[in-house]
């Protein structure tokens, strides 16, 4: 897959919720399945939700009940809404086509 953009990331109160939104970062790409990760300051990027071409979807236990990823086949989009946010979901997030290269990120915080 091509590359993939992320947006949407800011600053939001624990408790509160936040979408955000993965897109093909060259216009005219489709998008297909794709992986969410997050990634906290020195430490590897971790799996946190993906959906596949067919809707299946998967989450890590961190974010279960929390998070829900969807996609909009119209708007060749990827979204993952966050709700009852944490301090700990404080972290760059990052999706990414499968397979596909890194996008930018967008940096997500939680204020408590």
């Known amino acids: 897959q091509a590359e993939l953009v992320e947006s949407g990331g800011g600053l939001v109160q624990a408790g509160g919720s936040l979408r955000l939104s993965c897109t093909p970062a060259t216009e005219g790409a489709s998008i297909g399945s794709v992986n969410w990760y997050r990634q906290y300051p020195n430490r590897e990027r971790e799996f946190i939700a993906g959906?596949?071409?067919?809707?299946?979807?998967t989450y890590a236990d961190s974010v279960k009940g929390r998070f829900t990823i969807s996609r909009d086949n119209a708007a060749n989009a990827v979204y993952l809404q966050m709700s009852q946010l944490k301090s700990e979901d404080t972290a760059v997030y990052y999706c990414?086509?499968?397979?596909?290269?890194w996008g930018p990120g967008t940096r997500v915080t939680v204020s408590s």
């Open positions: 959906i596949t071409i067919t809707d299946r979807t």
């Open positions: 990414k086509g499968r397979p596909g290269p």
